[in-house]
T-cell receptor
Framework: GAVVSQHPSWVICKSGTSVKIECRSLDFQATTMFWYRQFPKQSLMLMATSNEGSKATYEQGVEKDKFLINHASLTLSTLTVTSAHPEDSSFYIC?????????????FGPGTRLTVL | QKEVEQDPGPLSVPEGAIVSLNCTYSNSAFQYFMWYRQYSRKGPELLMYTYSSGNKEDGRFTAQVDKSSKYISLFIRDSQPSDSATYLCAGMKTSYDKVIFGPGTSLSVIP
């Protein structure tokens, strides 16, 4: 299947700092990527839809000024957690799909574990 | 009401058993149904991908979708300790849409 990577896989930061997480599609182009968040022992919840060349679409209750998304190319989307606080500590996962004829599955990255001290 | 519901478990079975995992969903617009496997501290891995109602088999795994009752099932035959993970069922309206996940069922296969 198609490969989606994330970097870093794990990050610890101090409260009040900003953290950038990268999501890359390695062997296909992705005009749309999705960002999810997963708290311990809970399921994945969609945060936002990242569209190449345009503004992201955020789910209800997700602060767009806190979670900045930039989809600058067809293979890269970034999520920046600004002024991070301990309650932002979570597992952040992105997804994308080739969405070409014959392959319309969606693949998930390995996730980034964020710990805010 | 959540769009996708499943029993969180935990479910514990002996090695070699047949495992049955079930979900219900409420969104009639869902056309694509998936099962993902997630190991601790890892991203979800796509196991089965089904369009509309019907059965799909892949090795030891069989997925069933009944749109009339909004019921999704995953069967695992000859379960192995390596199958111990959280299993997430999910639905999508279109193939390039966001994935709506259930809460996941934790499975342990005991050697």
């Amino acid at each position: 299947g198609a490969v989606v990577s994330q970097h870093p896989s794990w990050v610890i930061c101090k409260s009040g700092t900003s953290v950038k997480i990268e999501c890359r599609s390695l062997d296909f182009q992705a005009t749309t990527m999705f960002w999810y968040r997963q708290f311990p022992k809970q399921s994945l919840m969609l945060m936002a839809t990242s569209n190449e060349g345009s503004k992201a679409t955020y789910e209800q209750g997700v602060e767009k000024d806190k979670f900045l998304i930039n989809h600058a190319s067809l293979t890269l989307s970034t999520l920046t957690v600004t002024s991070a606080h301990p309650e932002d500590s979570s597992f952040y996962i992105c997804s994308a799909g080739p969405w070409t004829s014959g392959n319309n599955e969606q693949f998930f990255g390995p996730g980034t574990r964020l710990t805010v001290l | 009401q959540k769009e996708v519901e499943q029993d969180p478990g935990p479910l514990s079975v002996p090695e070699g058993a047949i495992v049955s995992l079930n979900c219900t969903y409420s969104n009639s617009a869902f056309q694509y149904f998936m099962w993902y496997r997630q190991y601790s501290r890892k991203g979800p891995e796509l196991l089965m991908y089904t369009y509309s109602s019907g059965n799909k088999e892949d090795g030891r795994f069989t997925a069933q979708v009944d749109k009339s009752s909004k019921y999704i099932s995953l069967f695992i035959r000859d379960s192995q300790p390596s199958d111990s993970a959280t299993y997430l069922c999910a639905g999508m309206k279109t193939s390039y849409d966001k994935v709506i996940f259930g809460p996941g069922t934790s499975l342990s296969v005991i050697p």
